[in-house]
């Protein structure tokens, strides 16, 4: 039996395919990108491409909210996430057109954007602090992965399952956010916390019941953060149902439309991402913690501003 982290994103969330405009080109950040065979099951990299280096693009998915570029570099190809370009090209959903709009940075009112991770995570945590923090943990121990996964011994998990993927089980965990319940996953980049995302569970047969909830949660986090910059719209023939009429769930669960918020705080890299979004009768709302600088120290993010004049 072959586990893979499909298993993980079947408990709280959907891969999408986005109609949008694919960029011919992308440029990778100030750290190196690790091209992997298979967009967002974690396994050994078949290649890393070196920070600045720019390479075409062939196609492009999202996954677990986060945007995959499949890219060729030298003689391979495969795909890279879009938290290790340089952060104007980066291409999560609806995150283009926030970008520039986001040119003339607006400062919160009544509020400072301070955010060093969320429920006591902190960005460059380590694994081994991260398991540390007291939240509910889906797998408490290896052992325990192998016992409700089926397996008759740790011995043969390991036999089925790679070490990336049995770290992955061991992240995930159970939140809340305004008392919703909340599936959290952590990505580590170089055994350092870069991002956390949130999967908003919400027993509801009723796709509004979740625009109520983005809303619910957006006024919260503007309390605390000061006012995001937002793209909340729905298309034709939908438009007259924003952005809580009758059929506005369904419609986001059409992929007609999508609702989207982003709080960028300082350091310049650090953000709050809101996002309800859909596709083929699925809906789907995700909280999700970003640092873009994980593994920079100061001096490192002065040289790489310096680079930019």
Request: hydrophobic share 35%; proline share 5%; net charge negative.
């Amino acid at each position: 039996m072959k586990v893979s982290l499909y298993i993980i994103g079947t408990i709280w969330c959907h891969s999408l395919v986005w109609g949008q405009e694919i960029p011919d080109s992308v440029t990778i950040g100030y750290v190196k990108a690790t091209m992997r065979k298979d967009f967002a099951v974690p396994m050994k990299g078949i290649d890393d491409v070196p920070p600045g280096t720019t390479v075409p693009v062939l196609r492009s998915r999202v996954v677990r909210g986060t945007r995959w570029y499949q890219v060729g570099y030298i003689d391979k190809i495969g795909w890279i996430a879009d938290f290790t370009l340089k952060s104007e090209e980066t291409a999560t959903p609806a995150l283009e057109d926030i970008r520039r709009a986001l040119s003339e940075k607006s400062k919160p009112t009544g509020a400072i954007c301070e955010m060093e991770g969320v429920k006591g995570f902190k960005f460059g945590m380590t694994r081994k602090e991260a398991r540390s923090v007291k939240v509910d943990w889906r797998f408490q121990s290896v052992e325990d992965i192998a016992e409700k996964m089926g397996f008759t011994s740790v011995e043969e998990l390991h036999q089925n399952t790679n070490e990336e993927t049995i770290s992955g089980f061991l992240e995930i965990h159970n939140v809340a956010f305004a008392r919703y319940p909340a599936k959290g996953l952590l990505h580590f980049v170089n055994d350092s916390l870069m991002m956390i995302p949130y999967g908003i569970e919400l027993e509801t047969r009723n796709n509004n019941k979740y625009i109520v909830v983005y809303f619910e949660l957006k006024s919260v986090l503007e309390d605390k953060y000061g006012e995001p910059k937002s793209k909340e719209y729905l298309s034709y023939p939908y438009e007259k149902y924003y952005p809580q009429g009758d059929k506005a769930g369904d419609a986001i669960s059409y992929g007609k439309g999508e609702y989207y918020s982003i709080w960028k705080c300082p350091p310049e890299n650090t953000e709050i991402q809101l996002h309800l979004f859909g596709d083929n009768n699925d809906i789907s709302l995700v909280l999700r913690y970003l640092d873009r600088d994980y593994d920079l120290s100061e001096e490192e993010k002065r040289k790489a501003l310096l680079k930019e004049f």
